[in-house]
Each structure stands twice: as C-alpha cells, then as structure tokens.
C-alpha cells in the first residue's frame, strides 16, 4: 500500500481542485459531477476486471478501460490500480494511461485558462 499512496494522492488532489474549481465558477457544475461519475465508474470497473481475471472470466478489453480514462475517469481508474493492484506492471498500459492522463490534464487545463467561466449555478 505505501507504494500505492502517492497515485492515491494525486488521483484525490486532482478531484479536489475540479470540486473547488468548481466552488470557484472556473468550471460549470458539469464537469465536476461528469469526473466524479466517470472516476466512481472506473474504479468500479477495474474492481470487477480483477475479479473477472482472478476467475477467468470474461475481461474488459483495455482499449475500453484506456477510453473511460480519456473521457474522464482516469482518477478513479488510478485508484482502482492501485487498490486492486490491477494493471499496475503492464508497461504499455501504463504508457498509455498517462499519456491519457496528459491529455485530459491538458484538455482541463485549457477549458480553465481559456475561459470556460459559466455562469450558472
């Protein structure tokens, strides 16, 4: 778990700054709620794609675990790594995901920077 507890970190801080971006009017409510749901769907879709390795059952292919990551989900694909230990060795999963994870990064930075100010509540 110690090796684990910085992608923790990060994959918290990260829904923290869109919750208080959010608190902030960078960002509408939207795109607060569409990360938490995508991130609470992801780490429940790796729970499950381990489980379905340990019992040989049917697996989720990766391009679909990379493609809830690239709309959002990638937080709570990081904790579902690192909890259940799934995915963590693969290195060309792991090329993938953060490069996934720049490009959202790079995506929510752009939307802040760039005026993406709503003003709904």
């Not at 009017?25 to 991130?39: D, E, I, K, T």
Request: hydrophobic share 55%; aromatic share 16%; proline share 3%.
């Amino acid at each position: 778990m110690r090796k684990s507890l910085p992608y923790i970190v990060v994959a918290l801080v990260l829904l923290g700054l869109l919750a208080w971006s959010r608190l902030d009017a960078r960002l509408g409510p939207m795109v607060f709620w569409w990360y938490l749901g995508l991130s609470l769907l992801a780490f429940g879709i790796y729970g499950w794609d381990k489980l379905s390795a340990r019992r040989s059952w049917r697996r989720i292919p990766e391009k679909s675990l990379h493609l809830l990551a690239l709309f959002g989900g990638w937080p709570g694909a990081l904790l579902g790594q690192q909890v259940f230990r799934h995915k963590t060795s693969k290195r060309s999963f792991q090329w993938a995901y953060w490069a996934i994870v720049a490009l959202n990064c790079i995506g929510l930075v752009a939307l802040v920077w760039f005026g993406a100010e709503t003003t709904s509540a």
